[in-house]
């Protein structure tokens, strides 16, 4: 069983159709069926399997066609070939292709396909179930055929199909390494120690807090940290990538697939004359409430979104370009504001946040060169967790991260290609807190933004994100709040921590 296609679509040419025109289209049909179809087709698939039209009628200005296929030469792909040759053939005619409408659509798709895997569309009038396949009806219009629409909806319900029988898999989840395990000093939860100490306070908006000098300088000895054995060592140089996100570089990125219901949506003003406004500033003042609904008929669209994952944001500034082999390989990092991904209801404690504050480490070159950085990572994580912090961890090749985010499965083809997840123990829960990773991403980021190299080779890239928020859950959950029971340098950077403020 196989994939199969049908349309019925009407060709409409400039005038009226001679009965000269009608029997050079009889012949025009037949080579489509016997040759022009078959182009590119693997030798010998079955004729059942191969694009071909299976009705014509002509109608004053209008060429009717029904066309089938299996997975090659697919209906929509047939349906423009035979434009192109029909008018060359009917030039002579003086007879021009003017518009194309498609009347009807039908995919058939063998195998069990659970409901759930039949995307919500808008373009899908009708799912129908018989002899063990599934019948899509659908409305396109010619240039969603011309887009290759169906093949992503053909492959879109693969992934989704195969993501209902993946998720309870374990290949997803492959351990590498663990620590030796650390005397347990503490097991109260980090979070509510730090609240109880004043150490942070919920902010004002959903998943986020207000931190106070005393975890900052935690964070701050986190980042002196890697400062001193991962960004100086290896040669990271610091950039600054925009937080701000248009749909431009997500739709690049991949992320346009399947973030939606983790961004933070940013939408501007249809204008900024204050006479447009002055109204909504007048109820405020007058009622103390601000007119929410009223506001949103005055904002354009999402023109995307806050900083969801940091590295897509860098991307236009070496997109379309081609780099010298002597610039390779590059290695930047950004840490200048926040990320912001919406929990939707997972937020717990500082680690499960929907603001939060991360190093974002990037890095692109040869696949060797990304390969190698990615290992040279690896080392230096594990020298600071074993060695400086003193943490009882462990790693894990798990799905690529930017997989998971895309609403996509399994592995790579390329076993190079994947994220590595750094985990630490939470003693007041027995559980298993992420904390750190690294991806090695392959052409992704490249082949998206169009980026290459001047030897030819492939370009790879590699990103790493340091979320502070979580080395602190993570270090305060193994070592407490005494400093005393801390490791050295950590102690020795952060300082003792000092009330600053009084509540009367």
């Not at 599934?134 to 492959?155: K, M």
């Not at 993946?166 to 997803?172: D, I, N, S, T, W």
């Not at 919920?202 to 986020?208: E, F, L, M, V």
């Not at 406004?277 to 003042?285: C, L, R």
């Amino acid at each position: 069983m196989f994939v199969r296609f049908a349309l019925s679509a009407k060709l409409h040419f400039s005038r009226e159709i001679t009965p000269e025109a009608v029997e050079a289209i009889e012949t025009a049909v037949q080579e489509a069926n016997r040759q022009l179809f078959r182009r590119g087709t693997p030798s010998g698939a079955p004729e059942e399997q191969i694009g071909r039209i299976t009705r014509w009628q002509v109608n004053a200005s209008a060429l009717a066609l029904d066309i089938e296929s299996g997975p090659f030469t697919r209906a929509h792909d047939a349906l423009f070939r035979f434009r192109k040759h029909i008018a060359q053939v009917l030039g002579r005619y003086r007879l021009g292709v003017r518009e194309i409408s498609i009347a009807a659509f039908r995919i058939t798709m063998p195998g069990p396909i659970p409901d759930e895997a039949i995307p919500k569309l808008p373009f899908i009038r009708q799912v129908r179930r018989q002899d063990g396949a599934v019948e899509l009806d659908l409305l396109f219009s010619a240039s969603d055929l011309e887009g290759r629409v169906p093949d992503r909806l053909v492959r879109l319900i693969e992934e989704k199909k195969e993501a209902l029988t993946y998720g309870g898999k374990a290949e997803h989840w492959e351990l590498i390494y663990e620590s030796e395990q650390r005397p347990r000093v503490y097991a109260g939860d980090p979070t509510q120690e730090m609240i109880e100490r004043g150490w942070i306070r919920h902010g004002a908006s959903r998943g986020q807090w207000i931190f106070a000098p005393q975890a900052v300088h935690l964070f701050r000895a986190f980042e002196a940290i890697v400062m001193d054995h991962v960004i100086r060592p290896l040669g990271f140089s610091e950039m600054v990538f925009p937080k701000l996100v248009p749909w431009e570089v997500w739709m690049r990125s991949g992320h346009a697939k399947g973030v939606y219901p983790e961004i933070y949506y940013v939408c501007t003003p249809k204008t900024r004359d204050p006479a447009y406004w002055e109204d909504i500033g007048d109820y405020f003042k007058v009622t103390g409430v601000v007119p929410v609904e009223e506001i949103r008929k005055r904002i354009d669209g999402p023109i995307g979104g806050m900083c969801y994952a940091q590295c897509p944001p860098f991307w236009p500034f070496v997109q379309g370009e081609t780099l010298a082999n002597s610039c390779l390989p590059i290695r930047v990092f950004d840490r200048s504001g926040t990320s912001h991904r919406y929990e939707s209801g997972g937020i717990h404690g500082i680690e499960r946040v929907d603001e939060f504050h991360r190093i974002e480490v990037l890095w692109l070159g040869t696949a060797e060169q990304t390969i190698a950085i990615a290992d040279e990572l690896h080392e230096a994580y594990r020298h600071i967790f074993d060695d400086i912090l003193e943490l009882e961890w462990r790693s894990a090749k798990v799905t690529p991260w930017f997989m998971a985010q895309e609403g996509l499965v399994g592995e790579s083809a390329d076993a190079a290609i994947g994220t590595r997840d750094y985990e630490a123990v939470l003693p007041y829960s027995g559980t298993w807190l992420e904390f750190q990773n690294v991806s090695v991403n392959g052409d992704k980021y490249p082949k998206g933004f169009n980026v290459k190299i001047q030897s030819g080779a492939e370009c790879w890239s590699g990103c790493s994100g340091i979320g502070l928020e979580r080395w602190t859950a993570a270090f305060l959950a193994q070592k407490g709040f005494d400093t005393s029971d801390w490791p050295e340098t950590v102690a020795k950077l952060a300082g003792e921590p000092q009330e600053i403020f009084t509540f009367l």
